[in-house]
T-cell receptor, first 110, second 112 residues
Framework: DAGITQSPRYKITETGRQVTLMCHQT?????MFWYRQDLGHGLRLIYY???????DKGEVPDGYVVSRSKTENFPLTLESATRSQTSVYFC?????????FGQGTRLTVV | GENVEQHPSTLSVQEGDSAVIKCTYS??????FPWYKQELGKRPQLIID?????GEKKDQRIAVTLNKTAKHFSLHITETQPEDSAVYFC???????????FGAGTTVTVRA
């Protein structure tokens, strides 16, 4: 399918576990982003990437790791999940201005 | 880094009335200001955007204005309809790093 897809859509994990959220885009957009959405905070940037093998921290990077070995994939890893990381996570991609969002992953850390 | 503030956080309007959402930004180097709409349970989607060399832009019932001197921009929705009920986000970006910084969002409810 063309576009940007995230997996899984829903995930429940335990405190301390490692979890990886996947993001795949078919447009060959150079830029990719990870945001978390929490009530009252809007969309906060976790990490972003300008191209393969180039990543930068956003506003709230602590506790997260990203990689971008291929242009189309931008996985986000929570190294040791905490309850404060319970959130909806959105991946996005873009080529210059407009950002296209995935459908989101709802992550619950218990 | 860029800081975007958005007001109000909630807005309730009668169907047919206008809605206005205001945002301010901190980084004078920002030059691209998009607005996203997010319906319940859905992903954010771009509805209109404006660049810093333009003061106003319209698309049917929605318009965006930008005051670069004051570092604020606004979204105007006229003749509101029930399908306008959603969360609206403003954002700011500058070309040298392409980061999109978002406001906290405005929940708009259109009353029938």
């Amino acid at each position: 399918d063309a576009g940007i897809t995230q997996s899984p859509r829903y995930k429940i994990t335990e405190t301390g576990r490692q979890v990886t959220l996947m993001c795949h885009q078919t447009w060959s957009h150079s830029y990719m982003f990870w945001y978390r959405q929490d009530l009252g905070h809007g969309l906060r940037l976790i990490y972003y990437s300008a191209a393969a093998d180039i990543t930068d921290k956003g506003e709230v990077p602590d506790g997260y790791v990203v990689s971008r070995s291929k242009t189309e994939n931008f996985p986000l890893t929570l190294e040791s999940a905490t309850r404060s990381q319970t959130s909806v996570y959105f991946c996005a991609s873009g080529a210059g201005t407009e950002a296209f969002f995935g459908q989101g992953t709802r992550l619950t850390v218990v | 880094g860029e800081n975007v503030e958005q007001h109000p956080s909630t807005l309730s309007v009668q169907e047919g009335d206008s809605a206005v959402i205001k945002c301010t930004y901190s980084d004078s180097a920002s030059n691209y200001f998009p607005w996203y709409k997010q319906e319940l349970g859905k992903r954010p989607q771009l509805i209109i955007d404006i660049r810093s060399n333009v003061g106003e832009k319209k698309d049917q019932r929605i318009a965006v204005t930008l005051n670069k001197t004051a570092k604020h921009f606004s979204l105007h929705i006229t003749e509101t309809q029930p399908e306008d009920s959603a969360v609206y986000f403003c954002a700011a970006q500058h070309d040298n790093d392409y980061k999109l910084s978002f406001g906290a969002g405005t929940t708009v409810t259109v009353r029938a």
